[in-house]
C-alpha cells in the first residue's frame, strides 16, 4: 500500500520532494508495466478460450474510467485521470493487439481528434474520404473499428451517416462526444473596422447570439449551408466576416480575429463508434435503434407509446425517407438502457407488429468523458 | 512495493485477472495523485524562496524520462512508456501552473502535433500565422514558450527561424523530432492508370527515390519550390501526382493513393523551443550558438578549429547573410554539451577574438524522444 506523507507535501526540501517524486514515478512505472502484464494474460487467456477473441471490450473499458472518476480524490481532475488511464488502457491494448480504425478524414479533422480521444494514441488510424468507405472498411474486416459523425450541434444531424446504417449489419458499440468551439474569422484583405456581413450557418449565428449582440451589434447576419462555406466565400471579400471552426480557418488560411465565441461553451459533436460485434451491458448505455415505419403521420406516436409505457427515456429521434420506396420512413431512435435489460426489450416487442421492421443497431456504453 | 506474482500471469482465470487490474489500476491513480500533491509541494516551495519561479523545468524532464527509458523493463516499449509520463507530468505541470505554448500554427500542422509531443496534452496552445509573431508572444510574456520548425528534411532550413533569433534575446531552451511521412497524392480528376508527371520538392523526391523508381518507372518526376506546392498544382491537373504531407492532403481535398512512400522511415523535422530563461545542464545537452563572422572566406575554418581541438562534436552548420551589412555572415551552430562544460566554455572564448559576435542561443536537453 501506498501512504501518503503529509509531512512530505509541507517540507521546503525541493531536492527531497524530487527524490519523492522520482519514487513514486518508478513505482508507477512498475505498475503500468505490471498492468501491460496482466493484460498479456487477458490475451493468453483468451486465446486459449475462443477462437477470434476480441480483444477491445468497449464496456470493460467504460466501466474502468467510471470507477477512475468515481473514486478520485485529486488533485487531478477527474477528466484529467480518466484522460491518463485512457492513454495507459490504449498502450496495454496494443501490446496485446493493435486495433486499426478508420474515420472519416482526412487528418487534422474533429473526428480524427475523437478517434484520439476515444481510442488513445496507441491505435492505427486510417482517414478515409467518405462515410461510405468507413463503413466498408470495417465490413471487409480490413480495420477493426469505425469512426464517423452522427450529430452536429451547429449542423445538426449527419444524414448521411444514418443512411448508410440502413444499407449495413454493422453494429454501434460506442459513442464520443467532442466540445467544439467557434472562432470568428476574417480574411488578409478584411477591413477589420467596417466589417458588414457576418456569415456562418443559422444554427451557429444562434449560438454565437449573445457575442455578436455585444461585439458586432447592428452588423448583418448571413445564413448559409454551412461554416465551412462562409470560410470559403469571405477569402475575396473585403467587409465580411465568417464563423467557423478553427480547421475552417486553417484550411482557407484566414485568421482567428476572436477566439471561442460560442455563448455555451458546452457546445459538443457527437460520434459513434461502429463495429462488428455486440456490446454487453457496462450499467450505464444507450441503445440506438432503427425503425422503419409504413406511413409516417400517426406512426411515430404508436412508436413511442411503448417506450413511455415501460420509463424508458428517449434520447434522440430522427427520421428520414426511406427511399426508393413513397410513403414510407426510417426512424432512428436512441434511447437509455441496454437490449439485454427487460424493459428494453419489452418496449422493443410491442413495437414490432406496428412498423414494417425493428433493427437494434447497437447498445453500448454513454460517453464516459 | 509491490510484488509482481507471476502466478496471475499464467493463470487463465479471466475474472481474476481483471480483479488484478483493477487493484492495480487503483494504486497507479492513488500514485499519480501522490505524484500531483508532490508537484504542488514543489510549487508552493518555489513560491516561498523566488519571486517568478520557474515551474516548467527543461532539463529536469528530460532527465526524468531518460530515466523512465533506462530502468523500463517491458512489456511496454520505452518510447511509449515515457510518452505515457510525459503525458503524467503535462498533467501535474497543468496543476501547478498552466503553461501556454504559441506555435506556427494553424492547428493540425506538424508543428501543432511537436507541441503535443514536447508539452502533453494540458498545455494551453496559441497557433499564430507567423514566425515573428511566435517570438514576439513570447519575448512579450503573452506566451511562457514557443514552439518553431527549424530543420525540414525535406525542404531544409527553416532559414526564417535563424533569421528571428537573430534579432531576438530569447534562448533556446528545448529541441523536439518528430517523424515525418511522405505521400503519393492525386485529385478525383486524376487518370490513376495514366499519370505522365509526379510533383514535389527535390529533397522528396530524392527521399522516395527507390519507393518511385519500383512503382512509377519512366515517369517523369518534377521539381518545385515545396511539397505544398505540388499539392496546390495537381488539383486541377488530370495527368499528375504530388508527395506531400497528409496535412497538404487535407488542405487541398486531395486523395492519398499511396501511403509513407519514403525510402527511410526514420525522416524527421526538428523544432526548437524558445523561451526568456536559460536551462542549467541535464547530462546530455546540445549548445545552439550564433557566430557572426568578418567575412566569409577562411572565417569558418578559423571558427571550426576550436572545437575540434576542445574535442566537441557538431551537429549541425547553417550560414545566413547577415544583412544589411555586405560581406558579413552568421552562423548558426549547434554542437553537443552545455555552456556550462569546461570545455564548451574554452572553445567559445577562443572563438571570440576571431569574429564579431558570439552568442549562445542555448543549452539545452538532447531530444529525448
Known amino acids: 500500500?501506498?501512504?501518503?506523507?503529509?509531512?512530505?507535501?509541507?517540507?521546503?526540501?525541493?531536492?527531497?520532494?524530487?527524490?519523492?517524486?522520482?519514487?513514486?514515478?518508478?513505482?508507477?512505472?512498475?505498475?503500468?508495466?505490471?498492468?501491460?502484464?496482466?493484460?498479456?494474460a487477458v490475451a493468453k487467456a483468451k486465446f486459449a478460450s475462443e477462437e477470434n477473441p476480441l480483444f477491445y471490450r468497449p464496456e470493460r473499458e467504460a466501466q474502468v474510467l467510471r470507477n477512475v472518476m468515481q473514486r478520485n480524490e485529486g488533485p487531478l481532475s477527474d477528466v484529467t485521470m480518466a484522460r491518463l488511464f485512457r492513454e495507459i488502457m490504449s498502450a496495454c491494448l496494443a501490446l496485446e493487439a493493435p486495433q486499426s480504425i478508420a474515420f472519416l478524414g482526412p487528418v487534422g479533422t474533429f473526428t480524427h481528434s475523437a478517434v484520439l480521444k476515444h481510442f488513445g494514441q496507441d491505435a492505427i488510424v486510417r482517414p478515409l474520404p467518405t462515410i461510405d468507405e468507413v463503413f466498408r472498411e470495417v465490413e471487409a474486416g480490413s480495420a477493426h473499428y469505425g469512426l464517423v459523425p452522427v450529430e452536429n450541434s451547429s449542423e445538426g444531424v449527419v444524414n448521411h451517416t444514418l443512411d448508410c446504417f440502413k444499407a449495413s449489419h454493422l453494429n454501434v458499440i460506442g459513442e464520443v462526444e467532442l466540445r467544439i468551439h467557434h472562432q470568428f474569422l476574417v480574411s488578409s484583405n478584411t477591413r477589420k473596422d467596417s466589417i458588414k456581413q457576418i456569415y456562418a450557418h443559422q444554427q451557429t449565428l444562434a449560438q454565437c447570439r449573445g457575442w455578436l449582440d455585444a461585439h458586432y451589434p447592428g452588423v448583418e447576419r448571413v445564413a448559409l449551408s454551412s461554416n465551412a462555406e462562409a470560410a470559403r466565400r469571405i477569402r475575396n471579400e473585403w467587409h465580411s466576416a465568417?464563423?467557423?471552426?478553427?480547421?475552417?480557418?486553417?484550411?482557407?488560411?484566414?485568421?482567428?480575429?476572436?477566439?471561442?465565441?460560442?455563448?455555451?461553451?458546452?457546445?459538443?459533436?457527437?460520434?459513434?463508434?461502429?463495429?462488428?460485434?455486440?456490446?454487453?451491458?457496462?450499467?450505464?448505455?444507450?441503445?440506438?435503434?432503427?425503425?422503419?415505419?409504413?406511413?409516417?403521420?400517426?406512426?411515430?406516436?404508436?412508436?413511442?407509446a411503448p417506450f413511455a409505457k415501460h420509463n424508458i427515456s428517449l434520447t434522440s429521434i430522427e427520421t428520414r425517407p426511406a427511399l426508393p420506396e413513397k410513403w414510407a420512413y426510417v426512424f432512428f431512435i436512441d434511447l437509455e438502457g441496454h437490449v439485454d435489460q427487460e424493459n428494453v426489450k419489452a418496449a422493443i416487442e410491442e413495437i414490432r407488429p406496428l412498423v414494417k421492421e425493428v433493427r437494434v443497431l447497437g447498445s453500448y456504453p454513454i460517453a464516459v468523458l
Open 1 to 40: 500500500m501506498i501512504h501518503d506523507d503529509q509531512n512530505t507535501t509541507t517540507s521546503l526540501d525541493l531536492a527531497k520532494i524530487r527524490e519523492d517524486i522520482d519514487s513514486v514515478d518508478q513505482q508507477i512505472q512498475q505498475l503500468i508495466n505490471r498492468r501491460a502484464k496482466l493484460a498479456e
Open 242 to 304: 465568417a464563423i467557423a471552426s478553427e480547421v475552417a480557418a486553417s484550411i482557407y488560411e484566414l485568421e482567428i480575429l476572436h477566439g471561442n465565441i460560442e455563448d455555451n461553451p458546452e457546445n459538443t459533436t457527437r460520434f459513434l463508434v461502429i463495429g462488428r460485434e455486440k456490446v454487453p451491458p457496462s450499467g450505464n448505455d444507450k441503445t440506438s435503434l432503427l425503425i422503419s415505419a409504413h406511413d409516417r403521420a400517426g406512426a411515430l406516436l404508436e412508436i413511442l
